[in-house]
């Protein structure tokens, strides 16, 4: 047995050794979990930037419809905000559901900065989005159709046209088949023809090969790191996971490789060199898809045609997301609503 004394000269444990213990299990858990977060870092930020703006940001009211081509494809379109319309016009790679949050579509406030002041119209086109896929015929003409049929369901008389991309050819062919209903035109990062665009910068067509891999292996990262890399080549991990997820979403490698193979024979320069509405032609000068010497031989196509340059800009960016150009395009678009000003 023994004694109060020996008890009594036996060290007691110090509290400040079983704090430093508890601290020193916090620490470690949390070590373990930044490992963790910094490991998938990168998927993390891609969902966050997926999944933040519906959350995060209140919500832009959007209705979405339906349209039927004279040959018989249904395609989606979509409007926000109140005012003149503004008819969007790309026509691939699209998503109205999906773009609605996504930073493809609204990294910068986008579509909310243009419904302030108009009614905006986008479209999926055929093969695409929430349209009709399984779609074979992806010509000029039936892109046409696409914008015609969505004009048609909405009622519109009059309307400003804003094309980028794949779709300037669309809007230059509308505009030319129906210069009544178009009051000012808008050509971003876009081109006469894809081999005239080539020609102009004196290169081969960038997409070479690109459409042959998407019809095979669309569903492999790989395939879609290729689009991104001509796309967005500055772009950071996060954003070239994001633009790889809404490449899978948007359409089929069938429909992508359908719409490459069309646009290398479509050439709209006739077209265009009759055309008598104001029209404003953007490049950015990083632009690997469309280079300023494309976008300089459309702009002097287009009687009258103005010509800006937006430094620094790739291509997604001197499409539709450079701030400066949403200024731009809005000063453009607002002169026309002037009294008196030409139509």
């Known amino acids: 047995m023994r004694s109060p004394i020996a008890e009594a000269a036996e060290p007691a444990k110090a509290p400040g050794r079983r704090s430093r213990t508890r601290w020193a299990s916090v620490l470690a858990v949390l070590l373990l979990a930044a490992s963790v977060v910094f490991a998938n870092r990168v998927a ?183 689009f991104v890399e001509l796309l967005a080549s500055e772009a950071g991990e996060v954003e070239r996971h994001v633009l790889m997820h809404f490449l899978r979403i948007a359409g089929e490698g069938s429909a992508v490789a359908g719409f490459i193979e069309s646009t290398a024979q479509i050439d709209v320069s006739e077209q265009a060199r009759r055309i008598r509405i104001p029209t404003l032609v953007v490049a950015g000068n990083l632009d690997l898809v469309v280079p300023v010497e494309s976008s300089r031989a459309l702009a002097a196509a287009i009687p009258g045609a103005r010509f800006e340059i937006l430094e620094g800009a790739n291509h997604i960016e001197a499409s539709v997301l450079d701030p400066r150009l949403m200024r731009l395009v809005s000063a453009f678009l607002a002169e026309g609503e002037v009294p008196g000003s030409p139509r």
């Open 44 to 226: 993390i930020g891609t969902w966050l930037a997926l999944n933040a703006p519906r959350v995060l940001s209140h919500p832009l009211e959007q209705r979405i419809g339906f349209a039927t081509t004279s040959d018989g494809v249904r395609i989606a379109y979509a409007t926000t905000g109140q005012g003149p319309p503004l008819v969007f016009v790309l026509g691939w790679l699209t998503h109205l559901q999906e773009g609605l949050g996504s930073p493809l579509y609204d990294a910068v406030g986008l579509l909310r900065w243009y419904s302030r002041d108009h009614l905006v119209v986008r479209y999926d086109g055929r093969g695409f989005g929430l349209s009709d896929r399984n779609i074979a015929d992806f010509s000029l003409d039936a892109r046409v159709r696409d914008l015609e049929a969505v004009v048609r369901a909405l009622g519109l008389e009059h309307f400003a046209l804003y094309a980028y991309s794949g779709g300037g050819p669309t809007a230059v062919a509308y505009t030319d088949r129906h210069p009544e209903q178009v009051t000012r035109l808008v050509l971003a990062a876009t081109f006469l023809g894809r081999a005239a665009a080539d020609e102009a910068a004196g290169r081969n067509n960038p997409f070479s090969g690109l459409g042959a891999l998407a019809r095979t292996d669309w569903e492999l990262p790989a395939a879609r790191a290729a």
